[in-house]
C-alpha cells in the first residue's frame, strides 16, 4: 500500500489568516511566522456546539501535531476556556 502524500505546507502567518477566515476564531501559532506548517485542510467551520478543547485537539492539533503550541485567542484578547462553545467564542469578536 502506497503511503499517503505529503501534506500541502503554508506559513504560520497564512496558517492563522486562513482558520480566522474559515472559523471565524483568532489563533496564534508560537512559531516564526514563516515557519512551514501543515496546511488547514477544512472547508467548513465546525459546528457551533463543539467546545474550544474538542476543536483544538480535533482539528489543530490533528493538523499540526503536538509539538506546535496553538493559542486561541477571544474578541476581547483573553484565552477562552475550554468548555466554551465555538458560537460563544465566535460572538466574542463582535462585541
Known amino acids: ?13 497564512e496558517f492563522e489568516k486562513k482558520v480566522f477566515e474559515r472559523e471565524e476564531v ?3 501559532l508560537r512559531v516564526p511566522a514563516d515557519q512551514q506548517v501543515n496546511d ?15 476543536w483544538l485537539e480535533g482539528r489543530l492539533t490533528e493538523t499540526l501535531g503536538s509539538d506546535i503550541d496553538v493559542e486561541i485567542v477571544d474578541g476581547k484578547s483573553t484565552r477562552p476556556h475550554g ?8 460572538a466574542t469578536y463582535e462585541s
Open 1 to 13: 500500500m502506497p503511503d499517503a502524500p505529503e501534506p500541502k505546507k503554508i506559513s504560520a502567518s
Open 26 to 28: 483568532k489563533i496564534v
Open 40 to 54: 488547514y485542510p477544512y472547508a467548513r467551520k465546525v459546528a457551533d456546539n463543539t467546545t474550544v478543547t474538542g
Open 83 to 90: 468548555r466554551t462553545k465555538m458560537e460563544t467564542l465566535r
